[in-house]
């Protein structure tokens, strides 16, 4: 009788024997997933707080199915690097390759695919290391936060042919290809407006003071932290607070609004919008930050050379009320998609009262349920992993092994950025931005906008 074991060997050859040429699946690392038990060997890049979080949990409810293993971890900082050895340690059963640098886990020849989960301006050049690599990543979000970073990965991905998922998890939801299969199928009709809405009331959010305290320069490699951005000098809070810090984060537009955003251009099939302004600031949390704690950001959409046709997206977010229940409205003139109850209605649809006065049927949408159990796009805590990041690191994971693409390529990540390019590039000139398709770079104020 043929074993599960079986199974893995044989569809992993036959994926090997047939991809291994156009897909740049090396000999070496395909010898050495079949040297250990037919096991895929992963290692961690950045042992942070949505690694442990999330990510290790979506992860543990599938390796033991899928036969992968985690067996390095990789993080410049020493505490975080022997905490997060120690950690997989106790969680995997066995010892742990623990690496000063990325550069270090590579040149190990180790591991088969990557976890990368480190602040958010390194996640392109991230990517691009373990490409070249010859490693598969599946890539936290944001993808990038400049245009160059993100040509330059797209590319170094295309070249490569690796298995990259990009961490927009919305995209392994049933709730959400529901709705995107509504949307496309054309039952909801034409997108006429989206609203989408992200709040909390934390004054801990993405704030580190513990961890502030227990840092050291001297622990940590300062200079490769910083990459490609400008240099400023040694700042713990920049280090370990980076959401709140631009250029190392975007805050709001690329930690909230780039999962919410990527539904957008899912469902429509539209790339990027063809314009964005925004507007906000720091209104309640004076405690050094620049990323706002409240924005706006509005979004035309639609063909680019069709500006008569085409909706409205709208993205708010506050920092200092709100309970984090993220909702995402889709319009049409037919009714509403309500992606926190999933339910399609007729409500604000063209009644036949205002239809008969301008001699015109009506336009109402059946109620309609896109899933039939209750999805929660937040994870809680002690809940063993979200469903969503579940579901995608499965997805992740099974591409890794069936070389198919996963629910969330690269050119997803891609699109997304350039969004939140946008959206930075109005917040910091407070020009209307827009995006060039010959050069692909955003320009604000007749300039290509890069921090």
């Avoid at 690097?81 to 040149?107: C, P, S, T």
């Avoid at 240099?231 to 919410?260: I, T, V």
């Avoid at 469902?267 to 706006?296: E, M």
Wanted: aromatic fraction near 10%.
């Amino acid at each position: 009788m043929a074993t599960r074991r079986d199974f893995i060997t044989q569809s992993t050859k036959a994926a090997a024997g047939v991809y291994i040429g156009s897909l740049a699946f090396s000999a070496k690392s395909y010898a050495r997933i079949l040297g250990a038990n037919d096991r895929v060997q992963i290692g961690i890049v950045g042992f942070s707080d949505r690694f442990r979080s999330s990510l290790l949990p979506a992860f543990m409810n599938n390796y033991k199915d899928l036969n992968f293993d985690i067996v390095a971890v990789s993080d410049i900082w020493k505490m975080r690097r022997e905490e997060g050895g120690n950690y997989l340690q106790q969680k995997m059963g066995h010892d742990i390759k623990k690496f000063v640098n990325n550069e270090a886990l590579y040149a190990s020849k180790s591991v088969d695919a990557v976890i990368i989960s480190t602040a958010d301006f390194q996640h392109a050049t991230h990517t691009i290391e373990a490409v070249k690599a010859g490693c598969d990543t599946y890539t936290e979000k944001p993808f990038a936060e400049t245009m160059d970073d993100a040509i330059a990965t797209l590319k170094a991905v295309k070249e490569m042919k690796k298995i990259v998922q990009i961490g927009s998890q919305r995209r392994s939801g049933s709730n959400y290809k529901a709705a995107a299969d509504f949307i496309q199928q054309g039952k909801f009709g034409p997108i006429t407006m989206v609203e989408l809405t992200w709040n909390v009331n934390q004054p801990g959010r993405w704030r580190r003071p513990g961890l502030v305290q227990k840092i050291r320069e001297e622990d940590t490699d300062w200079k490769r932290f910083l990459i490609n951005r400008p240099f400023e000098a040694w700042d713990p809070r920049k280090y370990l607070e980076f959401r709140l810090f631009w250029p190392y984060s975007s805050g709001m537009p690329g930690q909230w609004m780039s999962h919410q955003i990527d539904t957008v251009h899912w469902f429509s099939g539209l790339p990027h919008p063809r314009s964005v302004v925004a507007n906000g600031g720091i209104y309640q949390w004076k405690d050094g930050r620049r990323n706002w704690d409240t924005t706006t950001a509005v979004f035309d959409y639609g063909p680019l050379n069709d500006a008569t046709t085409g909706f409205q997206v709208t993205f708010s977010s506050r920092m200092h009320n709100g309970d984090e229940n993220p909702a995402e409205m889709y319009y049409s003139n037919g009714g509403e998609m309500n992606l926190i109850t999933n339910k399609v209605s007729s409500r604000g649809g063209l009644e036949k009262r205002f239809a008969d006065e301008m001699n015109m049927q009506p336009n109402l949408l059946p109620e309609t349920s896109l899933v039939t159990e209750n999805i929660s796009v937040v994870a809680s805590a002690n809940t063993g992993g979200d469903t969503l990041t579940t579901a995608h690191m499965r997805n992740w994971m099974d591409c890794v092994l069936s070389r198919k693409q996963p629910n969330a390529p690269v050119e997803a990540g891609y699109a997304h950025s350039i969004a939140n390019i946008m959206t930075n590039a109005a917040i910091h000139t407070g020009q209307k931005a827009v995006f060039n398709e010959a050069t692909q770079q955003v320009m604000a104020g007749g300039k290509i906008f890069k921090y």
